[in-house]
């Protein structure tokens, strides 16, 4: 079975998806990595040396929570559809919102990891100003979780915000993080 992945190297999704394909590869999954953000560091990547069965595709596309990453938005989902016409997988477990809403016949999971809204509300205690961008963002997330074939979140907490913020989706599931021990040396 080939899974592709996607991962931001700027926070916390890159240490998720590092667990994860780790996990999958040694399980004996293809794992195609795709990975926007920054071009991470020779450090960031250490991890993959000597694993087998990834194939890692590094962009420096702007992530979804970016103010003025529309177009590359387009532009990465126009490289990311490439890369699955391509590589033909089984699964897409998107670590992204916005390539939720991919015309594809592949069934796509999105991980809920965090948005922009919930963390506002948490922040400031109230919902964030009404802006071109916040209407912009609000309505890709509820696209994607609508389109997508099935939403995960890290917590209960996580999965109820997104679908008073955004929208509720039709199949949803808490699965935790989980940590490998070894990682911490």
């Known amino acids: 079975m080939r899974i592709l992945v ?5 926070g916390g999704v890159w240490t ?13 999954f293809d794992v195609v990595l795709v990975s926007f953000g920054n071009i991470p560091s020779s450090e ?14 590094p962009t420096a596309f702007k992530l979804e929570w970016m103010q003025d990453s529309e177009d590359d938005l387009r532009a990465s989902a126009e490289y990311l559809q490439a890369v699955i016409d391509e590589t033909i997988p089984d699964l ?8 939720g809403a991919l015309e594809c016949p592949v ?7 965090s948005d922009v809204v919930s963390w506002w ?4 205690g109230c919902e964030p100003p009404d802006s071109a961008w916040m209407r912009w963002y609000r309505g890709m997330v509820q696209l994607a979780i609508t389109n997508a ?15 008073r913020y955004c929208a509720p989706a039709k199949r949803a599931s808490v699965i935790y993080n989980g940590r490998t021990p070894s990682f911490f040396h």
């Open 6 to 10: 996607t991962a931001d190297t700027v």
């Open 16 to 28: 998720y998806a590092r667990e994860l394909v780790n996990r999958l590869a040694g399980k004996g």
């Open 44 to 57: 960031q990547i250490q991890w993959m040396d000597g694993l087998p069965r990834i194939d890692y595709r």
């Open 92 to 99: 897409l477990h998107l670590n992204q919102f916005y390539y």
């Open 107 to 113: 069934p796509r999971l999105v991980v809920a990891h």
């Open 121 to 124: 509300v948490a922040v400031h």
């Open 149 to 163: 074939t099935a939403v995960v979140a890290p917590s209960q907490w996580m999965l109820d915000q997104i679908g």
